[in-house]
């Protein structure tokens, strides 16, 4: 079984912050694992993931997380927010490939100028 | 490549109705799984469908079904409809042996 921790509901930056957003996770297998962004609206896009190999994982607009094994943790971060990367953040977990996806509970970020 | 489509975006039914949503995967995906998101419980897995076949479902009830038809597109049914069936119904198509899933607009049911 697996299961997402995303601490907090809330995270708030300013413009040109750095972003972090927490990610911890519970897996009875290796996990495979994803940051996806859902803007107001829409559907989940996707940031990044892990599969194997190089534990930091670079994705899309300029994020990045790193696999930690040891800390069983997938933190997502970004060196300088941007107003349009206000949007809700959600890390997910599965136990193989093609498996289902357990989500956390998501993260809202708010960017201020 | 299209992304994948959901329809349709809305609904509105009342209590006691069954509703059909259709979603269309990525062209030359297999695999269909269906999330649905409300405020409260968050993401949850409904189902997923492969070459027309479930194998994979989560833990709602019997009045939640689905099917997959030959070129992959896919339907997912609620019967008896229930207050608490108002959510965001998403889904998303990945090639089948791959690891990433795509996820369509979505459709928000509303139940009255």
């Known amino acids: 079984a697996q299961s997402v921790t995303q601490l907090g509901s809330h995270v708030s930056v300013s413009e040109g912050a750095l972003v972090l957003l927490r990610c911890n996770y519970s897996s009875s297998v290796p996990p495979y694992l994803f940051w996806y962004v859902q803007y107001p609206n829409q559907g989940l896009q996707l940031l990044l993931k892990?599969?194997?190999?190089?534990?930091l994982v670079k994705g899309i607009n300029g994020f990045e997380a790193e696999f930690k094994k040891s800390e069983t943790s997938f933190h997502l971060t970004k060196p300088s927010a941007h107003m349009s990367d206000a949007a809700e953040y959600f890390c997910a977990v599965s136990g193989a490939p093609n498996s289902k996806l357990t989500f956390g509970k998501g993260i809202t970020l708010s960017v201020r100028p | 490549k299209a992304g994948v489509t959901q329809t349709p975006r809305y609904l509105i039914k009342t209590r006691g109705q069954q509703v059909t949503l259709s979603c269309s995967p990525i062209s030359g995906h297999r695999s269909v799984s269906w999330y649905q998101q409300t405020p409260g419980q968050g993401l949850q897995f409904l189902f997923e469908?492969?070459?027309?076949?479930?194998?994979n479902k989560g833990n709602f009830p019997g009045r939640f079904s689905g099917r997959q038809f030959s070129n992959s597109r896919s339907e997912m049914n609620v019967s008896t409809l229930e207050l608490g069936d108002s959510a965001l119904y998403l889904c998303?198509?990945?090639?089948?042996?791959?690891?990433?899933?795509?996820f369509g607009p979505g459709t928000r049911l509303t139940v009255l």
């Open positions: 469908y492969f070459s027309e076949t479930q194998r």
């Open positions: 998303a198509s990945s090639f089948g042996g791959e690891d990433t899933q795509y």
């Open positions: 892990y599969t194997t190999g190089a534990t």
